[in-house]
């Protein structure tokens, strides 16, 4: 963890990946983020095999420095709970459509009665103010809405998925933020605020950077689709032995290329050289570096083109990635010493810093791992802490 948000307490009611992985860079920064589940805890605890129930690698990745909190949000007394608990956060977070956060008690209106200077952060799938507001969504489904299915159609033009929960994430981030925005307002002087960061938007927001291309200009001068990346030669090429990505991108790094293939007619043809030509005929180049490619080795390939600083790559797979060598030098995969699931490896936060504290990161917890903890730091006794998990408002690990 490293000390950017200490002393900021979060409130997180998110489940699944797209709030959870928000709320964990969010933990990685230092926040106290308390995740506050239903009493069976988040449904991403059980998306695959684990060594104990509820505790699955997918979860365990989206969920570490946070503490668990169960509560009964239905009864009386678990929402009564909730809003002590947000009576002394800066910053709530949740990623429900907003008519289930209304139905708990629990929408804007309801919580800035609580805590007039509060952060009310919603990741929902579609914003609040078009007609697909109360559509239900899920990575799949925004994959599909987004353009993303077709985007990433196979050669028979079949829409496929990404193969990663990548709207979740990508929204996720946004959500991540939409909340540091708000804090900084915040903790600037500002008042609390409430901001959505719903998946549709962001994820769209995302892919348009560069595919609104000719929808930019009004009249369009051209579809959307940034020819680049849609055309199909861009891929890993075939090697004597394997694949490999290569992307020259200047026109010094084309000319460095075409010299090492023994193509100098290419180096100097005035397509090449000249760079609006050479993005016009992008297809044409890819499709020349498919030719070239097959005539070396991988190893071949990567020890020559690096030698001329020619952006390039192994086409790696995940299991092979573990025992990287610049990953091993990073320190990026972490083994630790989980109480309830024995040695385990961890990925890192990516981030690194100089000038700022850094603690060893707090393991995903157990449902409810920390509800008796928590209790405590709100002032109650014993007593009142054994009524309420006797009535099961609340739960403890």
């Not at 993303?148 to 929204?171: M, Q, S, V, Y």
């Not at 071949?300 to 573990?322: Q, S």
Request: charged fraction near 25%.
């Amino acid at each position: 963890m490293f000390d950017l948000l200490s002393g900021c307490r979060i409130i997180d009611l998110t489940t699944i990946v797209l709030g959870p992985y928000a709320t964990q860079i969010l933990g990685d920064m230092g926040a106290d983020v308390i995740k506050v589940e239903a009493p069976g805890g988040d449904l991403f605890r059980a998306s695959s095999e684990s060594r104990s129930a509820g505790m699955s690698p997918g979860f365990m990745n989206c969920n570490r420095n946070k503490r668990s909190i169960a509560l009964d949000l239905k009864s009386a007394a678990g929402l009564g709970v909730m809003l002590d608990l947000v009576r002394g956060a800066e910053v709530f977070v949740h990623n429900m459509r907003p008519q289930a956060a209304t139905r708990l008690g629990l929408s804007y209106d309801d919580l800035k009665a609580v805590n007039g200077n509060l952060v009310y952060c919603a990741g929902p799938g579609y914003g609040q103010n078009g007609p697909y507001a109360n559509y239900p969504a899920y990575d799949d489904v925004i994959q599909a809405m987004s353009g993303i299915g077709r985007l990433n159609a196979d050669a028979a033009g079949e829409p496929r998925f990404f193969p990663t929960i990548a709207c979740d994430k990508i929204a996720g981030l946004h959500l991540a933020l939409a909340v540091v925005g708000a804090l900084a307002r915040r903790r600037g002087g500002g008042e609390g605020c409430y901001i959505e960061a719903p998946m549709f938007e962001s994820v769209l927001s995302f892919l348009y950077v560069e595919h609104l291309e000719g929808a930019t200009f009004r009249p369009a001068t051209g579809k959307t689709g940034y020819h680049r990346i849609t055309n199909p030669y861009r891929k890993p090429y075939k090697t004597k032995d394997d694949y490999i990505a290569v992307l020259p991108y200047s026109t010094q790094q084309w000319c460095r290329f075409f010299a090492l293939a023994g193509r100098k007619d290419l180096a100097a043809a005035d397509w090449v050289q000249e760079s609006r030509e050479r993005s016009k005929n992008v297809a044409r180049l890819y499709e020349i570096l498919e030719a070239i490619m097959v005539e070396r080795t991988t190893e071949e390939w990567l020890r020559e083109l690096r030698r001329l600083e020619i952006p390039c790559a192994p086409v790696n797979g995940l299991d092979g990635l573990l025992d990287d060598p610049h990953l091993a030098e990073t320190g990026f995969f972490q083994d630790m010493d989980h109480p309830t699931e024995g040695k385990i490896r961890s990925v890192r936060s990516p981030f690194l810093t100089q000038g700022v504290e850094v603690t060893d990161d707090r393991a995903a917890p157990k449902v409810g791992q920390h509800s008796r903890e928590i209790l405590r730091e709100l002032g109650l006794d014993e007593r009142r802490i054994g009524d309420l998990l006797g009535q099961g408002a609340v739960q403890e690990a």
